[in-house]
């Protein structure tokens, strides 16, 4: 039941990108090829990069990733609000 709960958490911010990019985009006047890299350089951390951590986590044998993963995400997320601009 934690598991899904953790995977759902990561889902459910891995999906929040695409849904503030209107307000981003007016937040830090970004064009839409920024807009575009954000989107696209989220998504590739987010499915891309599965692989190796699932790697190094069936070797490094911790349940800590299962905690971590989730809380990295959210952290990473919710520093968006503290983003004085997009460079």
Do not use: E, K, Y
């Amino acid at each position: 039941m934690l598991l899904s709960l953790g995977h759902f958490t990561v889902d459910l911010f891995s999906s929040t990108v695409a849904t503030i990019q209107p307000v981003l985009i007016n937040a830090f006047s970004l064009s839409l090829a920024q807009a575009g890299l954000l989107g696209g350089v989220w998504m590739f951390s987010s499915s891309v990069m599965q692989l190796p951590f699932g790697l190094i986590s069936d070797r490094v044998h911790s349940r800590m990733f299962t905690i971590l993963s989730p809380l990295f995400t959210a952290i990473c997320l919710t520093a968006l609000g503290f983003a004085a601009g997009f460079n």
